[in-house]
């Protein structure tokens, strides 16, 4: 891999002479003949070592090596010096430099030192976006799932977090948009910051504009003093509005404004107050309606939606159901002191065929409820809600529309191995496979 060095000597023979020297290595050498050049072509970026002279002119190495660090602590500097200087070259080292080299410089141990600093410096990169892709991971630790579907919900999540642009969750109830909001959050610049939740329908709309923009003592009968609304907290955090297309007009047209213009005033006040929020919405309402019904504006809706995650219900991701159902039963059977190791074929088939029009939040209420009732070491069909008990009876499955060749077939083969009730030589007949072929596709979805 070919890397870019920085090498700053005020002296012209001493730095071209190190610049050929590193040329010969495969390097590419960047030049500067005092520390002001030497920071300036440094801030442009794509420098991975730097090799500095203590003694220039205007700004010293040791003042250079600071700023290099402060801008980027994991670019390797190499102090160069003269005999006298050795003290102050140690002093740099204490400053954070990778190491020093004195004067005249041995050609041999200036590459094997610069080799050995951009070898560390690919070990803290790497070390760095492990750490990046973990912390990534932990944003994504309360939604579950593998299925295509919600790979293109992490996806999208994932490139959107970073950026200040306003997001839209769509699905239904019960889908998980507050969780994918969280995630949002954690995974943004802002992520230090506060993370401000307004649930938009639980709230009269005069209460809501209060509860949003805040008032003034004696605005309103009740306001006793002056009260901050939720986006003078959520101040250079996130803003998370819940069910968005419940709120009126009214309220709409002063959302718009601090979108367009980053600043509002509070009910019964006169003062403007500048904010910096970035907004994340959530609806379960189909928005394109409402706004036709003339009960949504567009243009919020468009300042709202620049970047839409829609999160599909249960019933389009059928696959996730096994990681889910574990997930669930392993957290209520802790919460609860029960030693349930597992769930029945028959229950299981129940729980694939149900519909799930309570989608998540269903799914999770029904496995504590049947954890609660369970009174042995496996969840049975017994155990769950009456509702599920006759899902299980239907003699056909569901393969949602728009499902891959490939999710289609791991939805029949998991369904068909639970109606045989786990009789994979059964499971393998109905199919019209052979039991290895059978035996070869399920660790594809078994967990």
């Given at each position: 891999?070919?890397?870019?060095?920085?090498?700053?000597?005020?002296?012209?023979?001493?730095?071209?002479?190190?610049?050929?020297?590193?040329?010969?290595?495969?390097?590419?050498?960047?030049?500067?003949?005092?520390?002001?050049?030497?920071?300036?072509?440094?801030?442009?970026?794509d420098i991975d070592l730097v090799?500095?002279?203590?003694?220039?002119?205007?700004?010293?190495?040791?003042?250079?090596?600071?700023?290099?660090?402060?801008?980027?602590?994991?670019?390797?500097?190499?102090?160069?010096?003269?005999?006298?200087?050795?003290?102050?070259?140690?002093?740099?080292?204490?400053?954070?430099?990778?190491?020093?080299?004195?004067?005249?410089?041995?050609?041999?141990?200036?590459?094997?030192?610069?080799?050995?600093?951009?070898?560390?410096?690919?070990?803290?990169?790497?070390?760095?976006?492990?750490?990046?892709?973990?912390?990534k991971s932990r944003q994504f630790?309360?939604?579950?799932?593998?299925?295509?579907?919600?790979?293109?919900?992490?996806?999208?999540?994932?490139?959107?977090?970073?950026?200040?642009?306003?997001?839209?969750?769509?699905?239904?109830?019960?889908?998980?948009?507050?969780?994918?909001?969280?995630?949002?959050?954690?995974?943004?610049?802002?992520?230090?910051?506060?993370?401000?939740?307004?649930?938009?329908?639980?709230?009269?709309?005069?209460?809501?504009?209060?509860?949003?923009?805040?008032?003034?003592?004696?605005?309103?009968?009740?306001?006793?003093?002056?009260?901050?609304?939720?986006?003078?907290?959520?101040?250079?955090?996130?803003?998370?509005?819940?069910?968005?297309?419940?709120?009126?007009?009214?309220?709409?047209?002063?959302?718009?404004?601090?979108?367009?213009?980053?600043k509002f005033e509070r009910v019964?006040?006169?003062?403007?107050?500048?904010?910096?929020?970035?907004?994340?919405?959530?609806?379960?309402?189909?928005?394109?309606?409402?706004?036709?019904?003339?009960?949504?504006?567009?243009?919020?809706?468009?300042?709202?939606?620049?970047?839409?995650?829609?999160?599909?219900?249960?019933?389009?991701?059928?696959?996730?159901?096994?990681?889910?159902?574990?997930?669930?039963?392993?957290?209520?059977?802790?919460?609860?002191?029960?030693?349930?190791?597992?769930?029945?074929?028959?229950?299981?088939?129940?729980?694939?065929?149900?519909?799930?029009?309570?989608?998540?939040?269903?799914?999770?209420?029904?496995?504590?409820?049947?954890?609660?009732?369970?009174?042995?070491?496996?969840?049975?069909?017994?155990?769950?809600?009456?509702?599920?008990?006759?899902?299980?009876?239907?003699?056909?499955?569901?393969?949602?529309?728009?499902?891959?060749?490939?999710?289609?077939?791991?939805?029949?083969?998991?369904?068909?191995?639970?109606?045989?009730?786990?009789?994979?030589?059964?499971?393998?007949?109905?199919?019209?496979?052979?039991?290895?072929?059978?035996?070869?596709?399920?660790?594809?979805?078994?967990?």
């Amino acid at each position: 891999m070919k890397h870019r060095i920085l090498v700053a000597d005020d002296e012209k023979n001493i730095r071209e002479g190190l610049a050929a020297a590193l040329e010969l290595d495969g390097h590419e050498v960047v030049l500067a003949s005092d520390g002001e050049e030497a920071l300036k072509k440094f801030l442009k970026g794509d420098i991975d070592l730097v090799l500095s002279d203590l003694r220039m002119p205007g700004m010293p190495g040791e003042e250079l090596l600071e700023k290099i660090l402060l801008d980027n602590p994991l670019t390797p500097v190499i102090i160069l010096t003269g005999h006298g200087t050795i003290e102050t070259a140690v002093k740099a080292m204490h400053l954070g430099a990778w190491d020093f080299l004195t004067k005249p410089v041995n050609l041999d141990y200036l590459s094997l030192l610069v080799k050995r600093a951009l070898s560390n410096r690919e070990l803290q990169l790497k070390h760095k976006r492990l750490e990046e892709e973990l912390e990534k991971s932990r944003q994504f630790k309360s939604i579950i799932g593998k299925s295509a579907v919600m790979r293109k919900v992490f996806d999208t999540t994932n490139k959107a977090a970073p950026t200040r642009a306003s997001i839209l969750i769509t699905g239904e109830s019960g889908t998980g948009k507050e969780l994918v909001a969280d995630a949002i959050h954690g995974l943004s610049p802002r992520k230090e910051k506060p993370l401000i939740k307004v649930h938009c329908a639980a709230l009269a709309s005069s209460l809501l504009e209060s509860e949003l923009f805040g008032h003034e003592k004696g605005a309103f009968t009740g306001a006793a003093s002056r009260k901050r609304g939720r986006f003078e907290l959520a101040h250079e955090g996130t803003l998370f509005l819940d069910e968005i297309g419940e709120i009126d007009q009214n309220i709409q047209i002063k959302l718009l404004r601090v979108l367009q213009e980053r600043k509002f005033e509070r009910v019964g006040g006169e003062e403007s107050i500048e904010v910096d929020v970035r907004i994340v919405a959530a609806t379960n309402k189909d928005l394109k309606a409402e706004i036709e019904k003339g009960n949504f504006r567009e243009d919020l809706y468009f300042r709202l939606n620049v970047v839409n995650i829609h999160v599909p219900p249960l019933r389009e991701r059928k696959e996730d159901l096994p990681l889910l159902i574990t997930s669930f039963l392993n957290e209520f059977a802790n919460e609860n002191g029960k030693n349930i190791k597992g769930i029945s074929d028959k229950a299981r088939s129940c729980l694939y065929a149900y519909s799930w029009p309570g989608n998540i939040r269903e799914l999770r209420n029904c496995i504590e409820s049947a954890v609660v009732m369970s009174g042995g070491s496996l969840l049975t069909e017994d155990d769950l809600p009456p509702g599920l008990k006759s899902a299980g009876d239907e003699d056909f499955i569901r393969i949602p529309m728009g499902s891959s060749m490939e999710e289609a077939e791991k939805i029949i083969i998991r369904e068909t191995v639970s109606a045989q009730k786990g009789n994979q030589s059964k499971a393998a007949d109905v199919l019209g496979i052979g039991r290895k072929t059978l035996h070869r596709k399920l660790p594809d979805w078994e967990e």
